[in-house]
C-alpha cells in the first residue's frame, strides 16, 4: 500500500480505530519528570512540545516550543515491560483434603495498575526503531528454543505503529549498531504501521507507512490522504537530519573477539570503582531479559506459589551456586553484562544484545558509558599490540 | 503436633518494628492459628514460660543489662531472628557510637550517675548468634509474614539483599537521580520497602542499610556532584542504619571534608 498522510486530529482517529478494535493503545506520555509509557486514549496525553536532554548519569525535559509529539529521544523504558511484565504469576498451588490443585491459567494479566496496559491485546504507538529492533531480540530470545507462552501470546496479539526517531538523545548510537534511526521491514520486529513526523509550521503531518494488511484495515478506518512527493522527501530528510545528530559512536568492528580477549583487562576493576551494582542499566536495557522465579506460601501453607521476576547480573545472588557466588566482584559483573550484551550474544542468537538506544548510558546513576567503556578496552588492546 | 510457641523481645528501640507485627490484621489470626503467642508484652500480658521455638528480637544492646538478658533470650529460644535497624545495625542510637556518652549522659540527666549505658548501640549479633536478620526501619509487612511463613515451613525465607533500584524500576518509578537529580541513597541500599519514598519522587534514605554489594563511594561522589556538601553527605551516612558497616565507613571517610568527628568533640 502506497503511503498517507494524516495530521494531529488523524492521530486522534488512529488511537480512537485501535481503542473501537479492542486494544489498549500504549504510548508515550510525560509522568513524574520523564516520557514514559502508559495506556493512552488520546492524543492529548501524548508529549506535545516536549523534547529531552540526555548525557551520561542525567535525564531532563526540555520545553520545545513546537507542537510535537514525538519530538523526544529514548523514553525511560522500552516495551518492554509491556509485552514482559517485571512480575509474572507462572502458578499458583493450593492444598485439599486429598492432595493439591494448581492454577496456571488466567493469571497472567494479574498485574498492578500502574504497569503500562493491564490488559491485552496492546497498540503500542510511537515505536522507535531501536526499540523495535529490541522487540525482535526478544523474540528471538523468548519465542526461540523454549518459547514463552505468555510472551508470545502477547506479542501475537499486539499491534504496533512505529515512529521514525527525529531528535535522538546525547546517549544514543542506532547508526552504529545499524538499529535506527528509521524503522524498515525486515529490520528488527515486524510492525504495522510507521509514522514520520512532519512539523512543517501550519502542515504538521504524519507520513503513515503501511507495512501489514492489519495496518491497512486500520488505517482503511480513518481519513488519509495520498503522500506526495515532497512528504516522501520530507520523511527521508527527518531520518537523515536524525541519523547525523547520534550524541554516541560505538565501533562495532569485532568488537566480539576484543571483548573475549578482554577477559583478564584491568578496565574491569575501574568500572567497578563507580559502578553501583544496582541494576538500573539492566533493568532499563530493552534485551536484558534474565529473570529469577521466587516461590511463596502463605503463613498456613494451603496456598502456594511460583512468580517470575525480573532480575539482573548485577545481583550479588544472581550467580548464587552450592559454595558460594560465581561473580562476587562488581567488576566481574560489569564484565558479564557487557561482554555478553555486545559478544557471547553473537554466539547466542546470532546478532548483539545492543540497539544502541542509549538508556544504559542515561540511567546509571554512576554515569557509566558503555559506549566509553568499549573505546577504552580498544584503545588498550591497540596499545598492547603496540608493545615490542 | 503442638504450635510453635512465638516470643517477641523488647531492647532498644522505638517499637515500630513489633508494631509491624500487629498491623498485620488480616494475619493475625492466622498467624495465631500457626504459632502459640507465647510472649509478647506489647500485645498481651500473658506469659507462656520459655523455651521458645521462634525468638523476634526488636531493638539494640546499648546497656549491660541488655547484655545480659540478651543471653538468656538466645538461651530460651532455639531460633532467633532480629527484626529492625537498631536489632540489625544499632539503629539512630548508634549516633553515640560516633560521639562521647559520657558527655550526652551529663547534659541529658540530671543525676547522670545513676544512669547505666554501653558507649556503643550495638546489633544483636555482635553478641549472640542470630539465624535470620530482617532489615528496615521500620521493617516491611510483607518481608515479616515471609520470614514467619518461612520459619514456620522451615525453609529459607524469600528476602532479596539487592539495591532499592530493583523495586523502582519493577514498579515504573522514574529514576528520581537522573531525572531530578535528587539525591538518593537506593542504588547503595537494600530493598525491602518497595522503593517507597521514590515513588512519591522523594530521595531513598537507606532505611533498610546497605544492600549486598554497596558502591558507597560511588553514590557519595554523585551526591557531591548534585550538589551536597561533605557534611550533609556525612549525615544522610548517618541515620537509622549509621552503625551498619559500610555505612559507618563512608560516613568516616567525610568528617574531615564536614569539620567534624571524634577529635573535635567538644565543641557546639
Redesign the interface.
Known amino acids: 500500500m502506497e503511503p498517507r498522510v494524516i495530521d494531529t486530529a488523524g492521530v486522534q482517529a488512529l488511537v480512537d480505530a485501535l481503542l473501537a478494535r479492542g486494544y489498549t493503545v500504549v504510548g508515550p506520555t510525560v509522568r513524574s519528570g520523564a516520557i514514559v509509557n502508559a495506556p493512552i486514549t488520546s492524543v492529548e496525553q501524548l508529549p506535545r512540545g516536549w523534547g529531552d536532554d540526555q548525557e551520561a548519569g542525567r535525564y531532563r525535559l526540555r520545553g520545545r516550543g513546537d507542537d510535537a509529539l514525538f519530538g523526544f529521544a529514548s523514553g525511560a523504558q522500552s516495551a518492554k515491560p509491556v509485552f514482559f511484565p517485571t512480575e509474572e504469576v507462572l502458578w499458583r498451588g493450593r492444598r485439599t483434603p486429598d492432595g493439591f490443585t494448581v492454577e496456571a491459567e488466567d493469571l497472567q494479566d494479574d498485574r498492578r495498575d500502574d504497569q503500562p496496559g493491564a490488559d491485552a491485546p496492546y497498540a503500542l504507538l510511537g515505536v522507535r526503531s531501536c526499540d523495535l529492533a529490541a522487540i525482535g531480540i526478544q523474540d528471538t530470545v523468548l519465542t526461540g528454543r523454549r518459547p514463552d507462552a505468555a510472551y508470545a501470546a502477547r506479542r501475537a496479539a499486539a499491534f504496533v505503529v512505529a515512529v521514525t526517531c527525529s531528535d535522538p538523545g546525547g546517549t544514543c548510537f542506532c547508526v552504529s549498531t545499524g538499529t535506527g534511526p528509521r524503522p524498515g521491514p525486515g529490520r528488527g520486529a515486524p510492525y504495522d504501521l510507521a509514522l514520520t513526523e512532519l512539523l512543517e509550521p501550519g502542515a504538521h503531518r504524519f507520513l503513515v507507512e503501511v507495512t501489514s494488511d492489519r495496518g491497512a484495515e486500520v488505517l482503511g478506518d480513518i481519513g488519509s490522504t495520498s503522500a506526495t512527493a515532497a512528504d516522501l522527501e520530507a520523511a527521508d530528510g527527518v531520518a537523515d537530519r536524525a541519523a547525523r545528530r547520534m550524541g554516541r559512536e560505538l565501533e562495532t568492528d569485532g568488537l566480539k573477539e576484543l571483548l573475549y580477549a578482554a577477559a583478564e583487562s584491568p578496565v574491569w576493576d575501574d568500572v567497578a570503582t563507580r559502578c553501583l551494582a544496582c541494576a538500573n542499566c539492566t533493568a532499563v536495557c530493552p534485551t536484558c531479559f534474565c529473570t529469577d522465579v521466587e516461590d511463596v506460601t502463605d503463613l498456613t501453607g494451603s496456598l502456594a506459589g511460583r512468580n517470575r521476576v525480573w532480575d539482573s547480573c548485577f545481583d550479588a545472588d544472581f550467580s548464587l551456586l552450592h559454595g558460594g557466588r560465581v561473580r562476587a566482584s562488581t567488576g566481574s559483573r560489569y564484565r558479564q553484562w557487557m561482554t555478553h550484551k555486545l559478544a557471547a550474544w553473537i554466539d547466542q542468537f546470532g546478532m548483539s544484545g545492543c540497539v544502541g538506544c542509549g538508556r544504559c548510558i542515561t540511567w546509571c546513576p554512576a554515569a557509566i558509558d558503555i559506549t566509553h567503556e568499549a573505546a577504552v578496552l580498544r584503545r588498550e588492546a591497540a596499545e598492547q599490540e603496540a608493545l615490542p | 503436633m503442638s504450635r510453635p510457641k512465638l516470643a517477641v523481645w523488647k531492647f532498644a528501640s522505638c517499637d515500630g518494628c513489633q508494631l509491624t507485627l500487629l498491623n498485620c490484621e488480616d494475619?493475625l489470626i492466622?498467624?495465631a492459628?500457626?504459632v502459640e503467642i507465647a510472649y509478647f508484652p506489647e500485645a498481651t500480658r500473658a506469659v507462656v514460660e520459655g523455651p521458645y521455638d521462634l525468638s523476634l528480637v526488636e531493638g539494640s544492646i546499648t546497656t549491660p543489662g541488655d547484655l545480659e538478658r540478651i543471653e538468656q533470650v538466645r538461651r530460651a529460644s532455639r531460633r532467633l531472628v532480629t527484626i529492625g535497624a537498631c536489632a540489625t545495625a544499632g539503629g539512630i542510637q548508634a549516633l553515640r557510637d560516633f560521639a562521647d556518652v559520657d558527655e550526652f549522659r551529663s547534659i541529658v540527666y540530671a543525676h547522670p550517675e545513676y544512669v547505666e549505658t554501653l558507649g556503643q548501640s550495638t546489633p544483636v549479633a555482635a553478641h549472640v548468634p542470630v539465624d535470620f536478620e530482617l532489615r528496615g526501619c521500620p521493617i516491611d509487612r510483607g518481608q515479616l509474614?515471609?520470614v514467619?511463613?518461612a520459619e514456620?515451613?522451615g525453609?529459607a525465607p524469600?528476602i532479596?539483599?539487592?539495591?532499592v533500584?530493583?523495586e523502582c524500576?519493577?514498579?515504573?518509578?522514574?529514576?528520581v537521580?537522573?531525572?531530578?537529580?535528587t539525591p538518593?541513597l537506593?542504588?547503595?541500599t537494600q530493598a525491602g520497602c518497595g522503593a517507597l519514598c521514590p515513588a512519591y519522587?522523594r530521595g531513598c534514605y537507606g532505611c533498610f542499610g546497605p544492600?549486598?554489594?554497596p558502591?558507597t563511594?560511588?553514590?557519595a561522589?554523585?551526591l557531591r556532584r548534585d550538589g551536597m556538601a561533605e557534611d550533609e553527605v556525612l549525615r544522610v551516612f548517618r541515620t537509622f542504619n549509621a552503625g551498619a558497616e559500610a555505612f559507618r565507613r563512608e560516613s568516616v571517610r567525610h568528617e574531615a571534608g564536614a569539620g567534624v568527628g571524634r577529635g573535635r568533640k567538644g565543641e557546639p
Open positions: 494475619e492466622p498467624l492459628g500457626e509474614l515471609e514467619l511463613s514456620i515451613q525453609r524469600r532479596p539483599r539487592h539495591s533500584c530493583f524500576k519493577r514498579r515504573g518509578t522514574v529514576c537521580t537522573v531525572a531530578h537529580g538518593c537506593g542504588p547503595v519522587e544492600q549486598d554489594t558502591n563511594a560511588s553514590i561522589a554523585r
